[in-house]
């Protein structure tokens, strides 16, 4: 009775430290796994980007610049890998220093027991296995631990799948006319536009009115809510207060397809997407050939432009 008294207490004690060491780690594992996520995708990015547009970047002559740029963001992946490995060989120190306690403490036990209360044979069979709790123990920990670390994965899924979708590309009760719009004229009223339910508004009370037909600058320091408005306008954001009307339409009420496939934008830098020229002028092929044409010409009349059209043409080809 003693002796089985003595081992559950023993088996007790050893469950309550590894379970705490197993606390304690893993509530340190889990965010370091959250910063290796974090941190993996810019490097990714950036490596892509560098690739795609490398002839861009020898053009301009900023190797140095974006081989710096990777330089820093592995660095702080490799900073976040090192404390993962850090994390790592502090669980497992610990969970060596009690296996081998446990094994010392069973082993003299064993030893300790008077001639005859238990077979020389069990108690070398015991010996035996316990050589390899060590081993049986790590892996437990460790399976356990990294199975809690691999549900992040599922947690930013989860994330992601509760993101509120956009609304619908297109509204059948409420369809604009083909001719819409027709004058161009925006009237905002009273809008008010943040990022985020907890962040600061953006455009606090704006109204205003544009006139169609004509062109209408907007100027501001950086972060004064020029980019906010243009977005606001194609519904990238929707204002949390206030309307704004496409000749007196609320474009709150039409789809996203109708919304903005009448409304045209040019970039602040020139991109072109991977693909032809054409499906980059047509990216829904709703023109014809000789309507793009035409818009090419109408472009820029130049003899130059003109020849370069012309070259142009013999390679026009889907």
């Known amino acids: 009775m003693v002796s089985l008294g003595n081992d559950s207490l023993l088996c007790c004690l050893i469950g309550a430290i590894i379970l705490v060491s197993q606390q304690y780690y893993i509530s340190t594992s889990r965010e370091l796994s959250r910063l290796l996520g974090v941190c993996r995708a810019p490097v990714i990015q ?12 020898r053009s301009f002559d900023q ?7 990777n330089y820093n963001l592995s660095n702080d992946f490799s900073r976040i890998q090192f404390h993962i490995a850090g994390a790592m060989e502090w669980l497992s ?6 296996s081998i306690l446990t094994f010392a403490f069973s082993l003299i036990f064993l030893i300790c027991m008077p001639y005859g209360i238990i077979n020389p044979g069990i108690a070398g069979l015991a010996v035996t296995y316990g050589l390899k709790f060590d081993g049986i123990q790590t892996s ?34 409420n369809r604009p006319d083909h001719s819409w719009p027709s004058k ?30 004509k062109k209408t600058g907007i100027v501001g320091r950086t972060g004064s809510g020029k980019s906010t408005l243009i977005q606001t306008i194609f519904r990238i954001i929707d204002p ?51 309507e ?4 090419l010409h109408l472009t820029n009349p130049s003899s130059d432009s003109v020849t370069f059209f012309i070259v142009l043409k013999e390679y026009f080809i889907d």
């Open 63 to 69: 190797e140095n610049e974006f081989v710096n740029t």
């Open 140 to 173: 437990f920990i460790w399976i356990l631990c990294n199975l809690e670390n691999k549900i992040i994965s599922v947690e930013r899924i989860l994330q992601y799948s509760s993101i509120p979708s956009e609304p619908p590309l297109i509204v059948e009760d």
């Open 240 to 290: 949390a207060v206030g309307h704004i009307f496409i000749d007196g339409t609320d474009i709150s009420t039409i789809g996203l397809h109708d919304l903005r496939s009448r409304l045209g934008i040019i970039p602040q830098e020139p991109i072109m997407f991977q693909g032809t020229l054409r499906n980059n002028l047509d990216p829904l092929d709703e023109h014809t050939d000789e």
């Open 292 to 295: 793009i044409w035409e818009v």
């Open 46 to 57: 950036h490596f892509a980007e560098s690739l795609s547009g490398s002839v861009s970047v």
């Open 93 to 98: 120190f610990r969970l060596d220093i009690l």
């Open 184 to 213: 161009g004229e925006i009237d905002i009223v009273n809008i008010q536009v943040r990022y985020g339910l907890t962040m600061p508004f953006i455009l606090r009370g704006l109204t205003c009115t544009f006139p169609g037909g």
